[in-house]
């Protein structure tokens, strides 16, 4: 199996492609997407990747997978799944297919889920929470701008088993779409789900790491990762610490329909290029369950970037911030804006604007600070008023010692004001208890 990327638009050497499909893959595909850029995309239906590279990345696919007479599957269309995301990848498909005059069986699954749907699955007691959240209700589902649910291999192998060439699938496990047809072919599920960690995120398990092509070969009782770029080698290391990769536990990987058990796996050297894995084992669960993915609106961002290298003011950076952010809460009420209404952040990067109040550092070595000021309101008018009060504090507000009369902060943009329009938070991480692998996951089949 041939995997060209750790996220479609990523892109990828084409010398990587050639080379790979030379070594004759029966399937090539790409994860499509991720959590991993926060509950935006989903929520807004949009992709966190440019139409330009996703293009790109799957006009070179299709033109080899057609060529090959072999399945191309992508898992995570768009970016999160949703089915906004699903249908633009598929209008894309099509637009790359009359341009390039190519014709194939196309599949997709659906992976968002129905409101009602859900509330019945609560109400018969078939989901439970995960991350520490509450238990599912009614009422979180009905706030949900978006909710996917993330399947597992069983609907790509159905798809497979129908005569799809092109499967285009919503939100999937990111194993899952490389799972389904290594167990199709007989390959037992432990070898299948450990390739699918290793194909999901392209040429990681490699050095130098870098979005590129992956190249796995898949047994019985091993599997061999090799990537096809001659620049790239997998190395016993760059293998093994690739399958701690997104995972709560360093061994034991939850997915839908069972845990891979990695605590006795082997890493190989076989050549200077390529690794050998074996060791792996496979539980199935008792229950199998698919995790469900939703978010809500939240409010409405606005931001300001700005910086600093007053040696006085960075001195008391603390304090200045402390009284910044009174006289903000004063100005905002004396304009009938409630401090309920609205959220403040500054975010000061040079002293913990990563870490926060985790920063163990405490000390300041740097001869300039940056600040990011983050407004979120209850409307876009609310936040971006906030702002323009907190842009105009932090630049011309006064502090002991003060020798600058002008401005203190420098603006690198104009407008210094951002406004960043609606945003979202994750509100659903559960697991749900389907009938089946199947019946959240409908599939719709056409000829392009």
């Known amino acids: 199996?041939?995997?060209?990327?750790?996220?479609?638009?990523?892109?990828?050497?084409?010398?990587?492609?050639?080379?790979?499909?030379?070594?004759?893959?029966?399937?090539?595909?790409?994860?499509?997407?991720?959590?991993?850029?926060?509950?935006?995309?989903?929520?807004?239906?949009?992709?966190?990747?440019?139409?330009?590279?996703?293009?790109?990345?799957?006009?070179?696919?299709?033109?080899?997978?057609?060529?090959?007479?072999?399945?191309?599957?992508?898992?995570?269309?768009?970016?999160?799944?949703?089915?906004?995301?699903?249908?633009?990848?598929?209008?894309?498909?099509?637009?790359?297919?009359?341009?390039?005059?190519?014709?194939?069986?196309?599949?997709?699954?659906?992976?968002?889920?129905?409101?009602?749907?859900?509330?019945?699955?609560?109400?018969?007691?078939?989901?439970?929470?995960?991350?520490?959240?509450?238990?599912?209700?009614?009422?979180?589902?009905?706030?949900?701008?978006?909710?996917?649910?993330?399947?597992?291999?069983?609907?790509?192998?159905?798809?497979?088993?129908?005569?799809?060439?092109?499967?285009?699938?919503?939100?999937?496990?990111?194993?899952?779409?490389?799972?389904?047809?290594?167990?199709?072919?007989?390959?037992?599920?432990?070898?299948?789900?450990?390739?699918?960690?290793?194909?999901?995120?392209?040429?990681?398990?490699?050095?130098?790491k870098e979005p590129d092509n992956i190249f796995l070969r898949c047994f019985d009782d091993h599997l061999i990762c090799e990537p096809p770029n001659p620049i790239r080698r997998s190395t016993p290391l760059a293998v093994a610490n690739f399958a701690l990769h997104e995972n709560s536990s360093p061994i034991h990987h939850i997915e839908p329909g069972g845990m891979l058990d990695t605590e006795h796996c082997l890493f190989e050297a076989i050549s200077d290029r390529a690794v050998r894995i074996s060791g792996m084992t496979w539980t199935p669960a008792e229950t199998y369950t698919i995790k469900l993915e939703g978010v809500e609106h939240s409010g409405f961002r606005a931001i300001s970037i700005c910086g600093t290298r007053d040696p006085v003011l960075i001195g008391q950076i603390d304090s200045y911030l402390a009284t910044h952010r009174e006289k903000v809460a004063a100005k905002a009420a004396s304009f009938g804006v409630p401090a309920s209404d609205y959220v403040m952040t500054i975010r000061t990067y040079g002293k913990d604007g990563v870490m926060a109040g985790w920063e163990p550092e405490k000390e300041i070595r740097s001869h300039e600070l940056g600040f990011v000021i983050e407004v979120v309101g209850k409307t876009q008018d609310v936040a971006n008023a906030v702002l323009a009060m907190a842009r105009t504090s932090m630049l011309h507000a006064d502090f002991p010692g003060r020798l600058c009369k002008e401005g203190n902060m420098a603006f690198p943009f104009s407008p210094s004001d951002i406004e960043m329009g609606a945003m979202y938070r994750f509100s659903i991480f559960h697991v749900v208890a389907p009938k089946d692998p199947y019946e959240m996951f409908p599939i719709e089949y056409e000829t392009v």
């Open 1 to 208: 199996m041939l995997s060209t990327s750790g996220i479609l638009g990523y892109g990828y050497a084409e010398e990587s492609l050639k080379i790979g499909m030379s070594w004759e893959p029966h399937v090539i595909g790409c994860d499509g997407g991720s959590t991993d850029p926060g509950p935006y995309y989903l929520g807004a239906g949009k992709s966190f990747c440019s139409r330009l590279s996703v293009k790109r990345d799957l006009r070179l696919m299709l033109i080899a997978a057609v060529a090959a007479k072999i399945p191309c599957i992508i898992g995570t269309s768009g970016g999160a799944g949703g089915e906004p995301h699903l249908q633009d990848t598929a209008a894309l498909v099509r637009e790359i297919a009359r341009e390039e005059k190519l014709s194939f069986k196309m599949a997709l699954i659906h992976s968002e889920q129905s409101k009602p749907s859900l509330i019945e699955r609560i109400d018969a007691g078939k989901t439970r929470p995960l991350a520490k959240m509450a238990p599912l209700d009614a009422a979180t589902v009905e706030r949900a701008e978006r909710i996917v649910g993330m399947m597992g291999p069983e609907p790509f192998a159905r798809a497979l088993d129908e005569g799809a060439q092109v499967i285009l699938a919503g939100r999937s496990s990111d194993p899952a779409q490389w799972a389904a047809p290594a167990m199709r072919a007989g390959i037992p599920p432990a070898m299948a789900w450990y390739a699918g960690k290793m194909l999901e995120c392209g040429a990681e398990p490699t050095v130098p």
